[in-house]
């Protein structure tokens, strides 16, 4: 194993994510010392993948700077890719647990729809862009804390990232109506007969309302899915769905009176999400092979 598995040189990656992405960082800190250098560093790329929208101004720079990415997995990447410390870290850890390179492509593929405003059209389609990136970053993260081999989480996996993505997006709607930028799906929005007008103008008509409602709906279906798949969740990848112990409390508060889904970040105070993410790892102890 490589020295940048030792985690010195990793600690831009795991400070990326504690500053991008919270819930998972401290969901991390439960995994052994060993494996969180490379978890840390799969975070840190899919953040860098995530923020691209917020550093452009239109889509052609994200673009390249997602070729930029590719040729970095490739291994054709110009320059010293090594001297990002992000790229250097998800290279030594696609080296040292084997990981598959395609799934990490296939994430920067998903993600590409953040940089054009055009509608999230079906709820497959919403889906498959969760799958692509939520679920693929768990799976991902099982393969590291399975030590490279197989951890029989795929099906689990799957519908745990759909949850977990979906209430993401759901917490951050008042940031996405802001620019104009809607991944509740077409199908949704048309079935309840909401006007994207609404949207844009940050009016919470009972329509769009309803439309928000069906997609938490569709949150704690996988949520449902992924309870019911836990026992095949070995313990030592058990910190890999941590994070999704956050999803029902998140949806709660989305369904309290004075929700407005325009106004309202949907968050928890720092301590309860470490009880509650202290609280399922205690449990996860005890189940699983």
């Known amino acids: 194993m490589s020295r940048r598995m030792t985690g010195i040189d990793l600690d831009p990656c795991a400070d ?21 250098p490379a978890l840390f560093a799969l975070l840190a790329f899919s953040a860098e993948i995530a923020r691209v929208r917020d550093r452009v101004t239109d889509p052609m720079p994200g673009e390249m ?19 990002h410390p992000v790229a250097a870290g998800v290279l030594d850890a696609i080296e040292a647990y084997s990981l598959p390179v395609d799934a990490l492509f296939n994430l920067i593929e998903a993600r590409a729809f953040d940089l054009y405003d055009d509608p999230m059209p079906t709820v497959l389609d919403l889906e498959g ?10 799976q991902l993260s099982s393969l590291i804390l399975a030590g490279g081999r197989d951890p029989g989480t795929a099906e689990v996996a799957g519908h745990a990232g759909v949850a977990y993505a979906i209430t993401g997006l759901l917490r951050a709607f008042p940031f996405h109506a ?8 077409a199908d949704i929005l048309d079935r309840h007969g909401v ?14 309302k309803a439309a928000l409602g069906e997609l938490r709906a569709l949150a704690r279906h996988h949520l449902t899915k992924t309870r019911s798949l836990v026992h095949t969740i070995r313990r030592e990848v058990a910190p890999a769905f941590l994070a999704v112990s956050l999803v029902e409390p ?21 301590w309860r999400r470490q009880w509650i993410l202290w609280g399922a790892a205690r449990k996860a102890t005890r189940v699983g092979a």
């Open 16 to 36: 990326l994510v504690r500053q991008t992405d919270k819930d998972r960082f401290l969901a991390t800190l439960f995994a052994p010392e060993d494996k969180r």
């Open 129 to 138: 862009y969760c799958g692509e990136t939520s679920s693929a970053l768990i």
């Open 250 to 270: 998140y949806l709660q508060r989305m369904e309290r009176a004075d929700y407005d889904p325009f106004k309202t970040y949907v968050d928890i105070a720092q």
């Open 195 to 208: 006007v994207n007008g609404d949207i844009y103008s940050g009016r919470a008509t009972p329509a769009l």
């Open 65 to 83: 700077r997602f070729q930029w990415w590719r040729d970095v997995l490739a291994g054709i990447g110009h320059g010293d890719v090594r001297s």
């Open 178 to 185: 802001a620019r104009a930028q809607i991944y509740i799906p």
